[in-house]
Antibody, heavy 122, light 108 residues
Framework: QLQLQESGPGLVKPSETLSLTCTVSGGSISSSGYYWGWIRQPPGKGLEWIGSIYYSGSTFYNPSLKSRVTISVDTSKNLFSLKLSSVTAADTAVYYC??????????????WGHGTMVTVSS | SSEVTQDPAVSVALGQTVRITCQGDSLRIYYASWYQQKPGQAPVLVIQGKNNRPSGIPERFSGSRSGNTASLTITGAQAEDEADYYCNSRDSSDNHLVFGGGTKLTVL
């Protein structure tokens, strides 16, 4: 079955760029009808959507993070990536990647990775 | 921008019915989806859209909407349903996604 796995550094210095990858297995990231998204969760807090990408490269982002976020896709490697620039301690969180079906009247993340903890600290 | 809001905490006696709500203007247009999250685990989708349960989700979970309020109902709550529950929707004004702040469900 489809699985998603996040990977990347667990520690990032303030002002630097956080970079994570989500590898998709058991299915193709190029399947039509799905976006692929990033969501984060600071320790003890709720979920925050970061952004989503279609296999063609079309993206949409959370307006509160848009100036610092870049999400890209590599269909040849079946993965998509997140870059968040100029990080601060407020960006410390568990970062999840998830599949995001394209639906008419709702949005849902139906398959999630296990998540990866990223700490911003010097 | 639009938001969706949830009550921080709700409790229910074992075997009873509980409703967890999510309010927001965007819910008049878009259906909410609902997630269950247990400590140390990734969220799990329990209701998608109008009232669609993914495979493997028990029938006691159901979704509904009235006006600007979406509801997740658990009919006959079990001990294993104790978790945090989040709703999400699409903002109606500028095409981005929002999550509610989450509701901690305690099963007594």
């Amino acid at each position: 079955q489809l699985q998603l796995q996040e990977s990347g550094p667990g520690l990032v210095k303030p002002s630097e760029t956080l970079s994570l990858t989500c590898t998709v297995s058991g299915g193709s990231i190029s399947s039509s009808g799905y976006y692929w998204g990033w969501i984060r969760q600071p320790p003890g807090k709720g979920l925050e959507w970061i952004g989503s990408i279609y296999y063609s490269g079309s993206t949409f982002y959370n307006p509160s993070l848009k100036s610092r976020v870049t999400i890209s896709v590599d269909t040849s490697k079946n993965l998509f990536s997140l870059k968040l620039s100029s990080v601060t301690a407020a960006d410390t969180a568990v970062y999840y990647c998830a599949r995001h079906p394209i639906l008419v009247d709702t949005d849902a993340f139906d398959i999630w990775g296990h998540g990866t903890m990223v700490t911003v600290s010097s | 921008s639009s938001e969706v809001t949830q009550d921080p905490a709700v409790s229910v006696a074992l075997g009873q019915t509980v409703r967890i709500t999510c309010q927001g203007d965007s819910l008049r247009i878009y259906y909410a989806s609902w997630y269950q999250q247990k400590p140390g685990q990734a969220p799990v989708l329990v209701i998608q859209g109008k009232n669609n349960r993914p495979s493997g989700i028990p029938e006691r979970f159901s979704g509904s909407r009235s006006g600007n309020t979406a509801s997740l109902t658990i009919t006959g709550a079990q001990a294993e349903d104790e978790a945090d529950y989040y709703c999400n929707s699409r903002d109606s004004s500028d095409n981005h996604l929002v999550f509610g702040g989450g509701t901690k469900l305690t099963v007594l």
